[in-house]
């Protein structure tokens, strides 16, 4: 036999490459596993024709979502208007409404405290009166004699009152009492001022004063302190005060204080007028500077400037006008300058030891003028002053 027919009777460790012999398993060197593998053929599964698949982009898959919703709405659309614009409400529709509970707030009322009535008299029913009915008796008189109605006789008796017969028996109810109202309960005369005083209270803040919240309310801190029954004036943060808006202290409004007037405006004589008749009567005249009050005059000034002395002539009217008495005509031939004013004034009390009212300015003084008077040729007149009457 040749060496190419014998059989072979070793085989090769593919992993370290060592003649090993035919029936060895493992690799005596490297320890390879030299065991036969058994190939196991897998079937080929059966599958079916395979459906065509669609793919689509996202936007495209949006659009036609919104494309879908807007086919429903238009149907959902057309079917409300050709029901005149009512959808009907199934059965499954109304059963599953669940009515919504709101809550609501319940209001806890604090029981106030009530004044147990006193136990009202009661009267005991007394039996009717028996009347004999006389001559002439009416239903109505009868009624009237014992105080009850032609009503009451009727139930009382069972009859017609109204037709009587003399010797007749009739039972007069007795009259109902009028119940005496309740005796009340009589205050003293700090409750009852309580009672009558118009209140609000107020918490004590951190810092507050009672002297602070007396002043916040025009509250005297005694008719707080008074009020409150507190032995003192101290006060605590929460502490619970009750106002008396009622002992107020209300400020007196200040009289308005009056303007002062405005200068008056000399009318008559014209400035350097000149008098040299004997019998001539001068008067002074003057424009209103308004209406006066009960206590207000004009002053009017007239001064001799040519005396020495410098006689003046004080006089206080409330008219616009004042004629110069005769007596302050100067003396002599000489004709005398005098020199005229007129001031408003107001009376502001009196002079305790004179009796005459002091008076003070309330406007301007006018303007001066001058006039001339002759003298009288005789000697001169004493200057006096006229106080208003």
Same mark, same amino acid.
């Given at each position: ?12 460790c593919?992993?370290?490459?060592t ?8 690799c ?18 059966v ?9 689509l982009s ?15 709405a ?41 004044l147990?009535?006193?136990?009202s ?24 004699n ?10 009382t ?9 003399a010797?007749?028996? &009739?039972?007069? /109810?007795? %009259? =109902? $009492?009028? *119940?005496l ?5 009589? @205050?003293? #005369?700090?409750?009852? +001022? ?10 004590v803040?951190?810092g ?20 409150n029954?507190?032995?003192?004036d101290?006060?605590?943060e ?11 202290? &209300?400020?007196? /409004?200040? %009289? =308005? $204080?009056? *303007? ?6 000399? @009318?008559l #004589?014209?400035?350097? +007028? ?6 001539e ?20 000034t ?8 410098a ?23 000489? %004709?005398h ?17 004179t ?15 001058v ?19």
């Amino acid at each position: 036999m040749s060496p190419d027919n014998q059989p072979n009777t070793t085989k090769i460790c593919p992993t370290c490459g060592t003649r090993l012999g035919i029936n060895a398993t493992r690799c005596s060197v490297c320890g390879g596993n030299l065991a036969p593998t058994v190939a196991v053929s897998t079937a080929k599964a059966v599958t079916g024709p395979r459906i065509p698949e669609v793919t689509l982009s996202l936007p495209l898959l949006f659009g036609l979502a919104i494309l879908l919703l807007i086919i429903g709405a238009g149907a959902v659309y057309a079917v409300l208007k050709s029901m005149g614009g009512q959808a009907p409400v199934t059965a499954a529709a109304a059963a599953t409404i669940t009515p919504t509970q709101t809550a609501t707030g319940t209001a806890t009322l604090t029981p106030t405290a009530s004044l147990t009535p006193s136990p009202s008299p009661t009267w005991t029913l007394e039996p009717p009166i028996e009347y004999k009915v006389a001559s002439g008796d009416l239903c109505s008189s009868i009624a009237f004699n014992f105080n009850v109605t032609i009503q009451s006789i009727n139930e009382t008796n069972g009859i017609n009152c109204e037709i009587l017969s003399a010797g007749q028996i &009739l039972k007069i /109810p007795r %009259p =109902t $009492p009028t *119940p005496l109202p309740s005796p009340t309960a009589t @205050l003293n #005369p700090t409750e009852q +001022a309580q009672a009558e005083c118009s209140t609000v209270q107020v918490t004590v803040k951190a810092g507050d004063t009672l002297g602070g919240i007396a002043a916040n309310y025009a509250v005297s801190a005694a008719s707080i302190q008074a009020f409150n029954n507190k032995p003192n004036d101290t006060v605590y943060e929460g502490e619970k005060l009750v106002i008396p808006l009622c002992e107020r202290q &209300l400020e007196t /409004p200040s %009289p =308005t $204080p009056v *303007p002062p007037y405005a200068a008056p405006n000399l @009318l008559l #004589p014209a400035d350097g +007028a000149s008098f040299v008749n004997l019998t001539e009567v001068i008067t002074l005249q003057w424009s209103s500077v308004g209406t006066l009050r009960q206590n207000e005059s004009y002053r009017v000034t007239v001064e001799d400037i040519t005396e020495g002395n410098a006689r003046q002539l004080i006089q206080f009217v409330t008219d616009t006008k004042l004629i110069v008495p005769e007596n302050f005509r100067p003396a002599g031939t000489t %004709p005398h300058i005098l020199r005229w004013s007129i001031i408003t004034v107001r009376q502001t009390g009196t002079d305790k030891d004179t009796g005459n009212p002091i008076w003070e300015p309330a406007g301007s003084v006018s303007v001066e003028r001058v006039f001339s008077w002759l003298g009288s040729g005789g000697p001169a007149a004493q200057p006096t002053t006229t106080p208003k009457p």
